[in-house]
């Protein structure tokens, strides 16, 4: 787990910003793996956007450990 305290699951908060209304809100969700970077779609309270966050996920200091990292078999659109 990520955070100190007596939690039993990780808390993930964060405040997003609607690019059509402006207004910030709170977001809980967390990010899902997705080829290789981690996604989440959300929407607005608002205005009801659908926005789409992504951020990279960070390369493995141990793996992989012999070779080359092998290509995903399919790309999902």
């Given amino acids: 787990m990520s955070q100190s305290g007596e939690h039993t699951w990780d808390l993930h908060l964060e405040y997003q ?4 209304c402006g207004k910030i809100f ?3 969700r967390d990010y899902d793996l997705s080829n290789g970077q ?7 309270p608002f205005c009801k956007k659908q926005l789409s966050f992504s951020k990279p996920k960070k390369a493995s200091r141990f793996f992989p450990l012999f070779g080359k990292e092998q290509p995903p078999e399919m790309l999902w659109p």
Avoid: A, N
Wanted: hydrophobic share 5%; with cysteine.
């Fill in 26 to 28: 709170e977001d809980r």
């Fill in 38 to 44: 981690y996604e989440k779609t959300i929407e607005c």
């Fill in 17 to 20: 910003k609607c690019s059509q």
